[in-house]
């Protein structure tokens, strides 16, 4: 067993390739469980779940889903860069969801380090959804030490953006003392 294993959180988003009006359905009966009594809740409910699991488990490629893509990309430099195991986890509309990764993580280490590119405060799944998933995972393994490596420092994210428009010929005064 490892000591320690990464899990890389991304958004996710639909395939370009996944039927419309399947899609249409989705985010129209998402919107409508917001607001539902407690019996269309019961009913909508389980027609949600079995659209949500289609876009979910729907194949992935860099054409139909670049972010997809893109999101196992960071994954590989970023194993790459730590030597470490990187499982990717997404918040929706991807396979694996959050909490398989979470669980897949906690059956090969000790210790689960887990980071996001959301780098702002203010969104609702890098301060909410994931310390709540976070949480369930720590209840289901509780042999298992979790770390959510999150908010970044505001002048760290500032000085990476600074670095990035370097690279496309920017020139960036140093930073006062």
């Known amino acids: 067993m490892a000591r320690s294993v990464i899990v890389l959180v991304m958004h996710g988003e ?27 809740t019961a009913r909508l409910r389980g027609r949600v779940e079995t659209l949500e699991r289609a876009i979910r488990e729907w194949p992935r490629s860099a054409r139909n889903d670049p972010f997809y893509a893109g999101s196992l990309e960071l994954a590989e430099a970023l194993q790459r860069r730590t030597g470490l195991r990187v499982i990717v986890g997404f918040n929706e509309f991807c396979a694996p969801s959050l909490p398989e990764a979470l669980d897949r993580a906690a059956a090969q280490a000790r210790e689960v380090f887990v980071v996001t590119p959301m780098m702002t405060r203010g969104g609702v799944h890098a301060e909410s959804d994931i310390p709540r998933q976070l949480e369930q995972a720590r209840k289901r393994h509780p042999g298992v030490r979790f770390v959510y490596a999150w908010p970044y420092g505001v002048s760290d994210v500032a000085a990476f953006l600074a670095r990035h428009l370097e690279r496309f010929g920017m020139a960036v005064p140093a930073a006062p003392e």
């Open 14 to 40: 639909p395939p370009r390739d996944f039927p419309r009006e399947s899609l249409t359905e989705y985010f129209t009966l998402h919107e409508r469980l917001h607001a539902a009594s407690p019996e269309e």
